[in-house]
């Protein structure tokens, strides 16, 4: 009896916290922010002038291919906390599932003061593409983080709390990005070059090739999440991931949900507790020092 109200007592503050999120959103309390990585076009797909391309499932959420000109959507608090996350969808590296692995998750991070852009990347497994991981991806990934940066002060961002949360296909990039030595040229012509690209925190959720996963000793902090019934380089593959980082002796989280499959992201409608991964992740950030409470923030708990 006292578990079963705890567990509803639970849910009715996770559900508050939702709400409050979106009614934020609603109230526009948040413009988000759209702006192109290269304005004048990005290395590697000149000539390219196509139009990304939009599907919408039957639950209504979007998602893009076809992507030749990367940018960020950027959700800036009025009153922030100085912490600011690139949110890198997944999808195969083919299509952007930029709702519930983008959008929803940035909407609640900034209406609880928490910067957030969302990334749209070039795809490197789209029909045709002429793109790769290494070469196009992860440069439009070094560049969002750049740029997020360059803009600290203006966006009111503390530039060493930048950090990287990618699904799946996006957990590859913001690995990537995490085990980065590229420091920035100050001397660089293009401001957008000078800072450093390498992100000082990760939230990593289900993501792909985790095998890839080897942190060192000098690794940026990691969160990590995925369901047990995920396919088995994610349910299990995390786990081992985790290990890493703790014989590295790199401060890491891991929860390991028993339901969720893959792809659980961030929904309104998901009431299972893998839904509630993203309250775990900002209590995360906040026990690391890299995000806080911020009086008056919308959606504050």
């Known amino acids: 009896m006292w578990a079963r109200a705890a567990w509803r007592h639970g849910m009715a503050g996770f559900l508050a916290w939702v709400l409050l999120a979106w009614a934020g959103l609603a109230a526009g ?30 639950a209504g959420e979007r998602v893009l291919s076809g992507v030749h ?58 029909t045709n593409s002429p793109y790769r991981i290494d070469e196009h991806a992860m440069a439009d990934t070094r560049r969002a983080i750049r740029l997020i940066r360059s803009r600290a002060s203006e966006w009111g961002i503390d530039p060493r709390r930048v950090g990287a949360l990618g699904f799946s296909a996006g957990g590859e990039l913001a690995w990537k990005a995490s085990a980065s030595t590229d420091a920035g040229d100050p001397g660089a012509v293009d401001p957008l070059e000078r800072p450093g690209a390498r992100s000082d925190f990760i939230g990593l959720v289900y993501p792909g090739r985790s095998g890839d996963i080897q942190p060192t000793t000098n690794s940026a902090p990691a969160f990590l999440a995925c369901a047990q019934d995920d396919r088995k380089d994610i349910g299990e593959g995390l786990a081992e991931a985790y290990l890493r980082y703790k014989r590295a002796g790199v401060s890491a989280e891991l929860h390991v949900f028993a339901t969720g499959g893959h792809g659980f992201g961030v929904r309104e409608g998901n009431r299972r507790p893998s839904g509630r991964w993203l309250e775990r992740f900002e209590d995360w950030m906040a026990d690391g020092g890299f995000a806080g409470g911020v009086e008056g923030a919308g959606g504050g708990r």
């Not at 304005?39 to 499932?57: H, N, Q, Y």
């Not at 009153?79 to 929803?104: F, M, S, T, Y």
């Open 29 to 58: 309390e948040l413009v988000p922010l759209d702006i192109l990585l290269w304005p004048g076009g990005a290395p590697g797909s000149e000539g390219r002038s196509e139009l990304e391309r939009v599907r919408v499932t039957a």
């Open 69 to 126: 000109r990367p940018s960020v959507t950027g959700y800036v608090p009025r009153r922030g906390n100085g912490c600011a996350v690139l949110v890198i969808p997944g999808g195969g590296h083919r299509e952007l599932w930029v709702d519930h692995e983008g959008h929803n998750a940035a909407r609640i991070l900034a209406s609880h003061g928490t910067a957030a852009f969302v990334l749209k990347y070039r795809l490197a497994r789209g």
